[in-house]
Nanobody
C-alpha cells in the first residue's frame, strides 16, 4: 500500500523560507512522477512542482519558479520543496502527489490524474 508522509509545513512570516518533504513507500515510483500541489480555500488544487523520477527532470509552476525548488533523495523516494521568499498568497494546504506513469507534459500534470495523495500539510504565511 502506497504511503506518502509529508512534513515541514507551518506558520511563517512573509519573506522567510520553508522546506516541505514527502517520503513515499509501498509502491514502485521509478516509472512515474512525484510532486506537490496546493489548494487555497475556495480555489482548485493546482500543480506547484513535479519531478520525473527516472530522469530527474523537474518543473516548477511559472509563478513560483524564481522562489521554489523541487529536489529528490534517490535512495529513499523522498522529495523536497524548498520555498524561499514566501508570500501571503502562498498560504495553502500543500499535498504530495504521485502518478505511476509520466504525464504527457510535466508542466500540465493535472490533479485529476494523480494516483496517490498525501494527507496535506498547511503552510500559512503572515504579512
Amino acid at each position: 500500500q502506497v504511503q506518502l508522509v509529508e512534513s515541514g509545513g507551518g506558520l511563517v512570516q512573509a519573506g522567510t523560507s520553508l522546506t516541505l518533504s514527502c517520503a513515499a513507500s509501498g509502491g514502485t515510483f521509478s516509472t512515474g512522477v512525484m510532486g506537490w500541489f496546493r489548494q487555497a480555500p475556495g480555489k482548485e488544487r493546482s500543480l506547484v512542482a513535479g519531478i520525473i523520477w527516472a530522469t530527474g527532470m523537474t518543473h516548477v509552476a511559472d509563478s513560483m519558479k524564481d522562489r521554489f525548488t523541487i529536489s529528490r533523495d534517490d535512495g529513499d523516494h523522498t522529495i523536497h520543496l524548498r520555498m524561499n521568499n514566501l508570500k501571503p498568497e502562498d498560504t495553502a494546504t500543500y499535498y504530495c502527489a504521485v502518478r505511476s506513469s509520466r504525464p504527457v507534459l510535466l508542466r500540465l500534470w493535472p490533479a485529476s490524474t494523480v494516483d496517490y495523495w498525501g494527507q496535506g500539510t498547511q503552510v500559512t504565511v503572515s504579512s
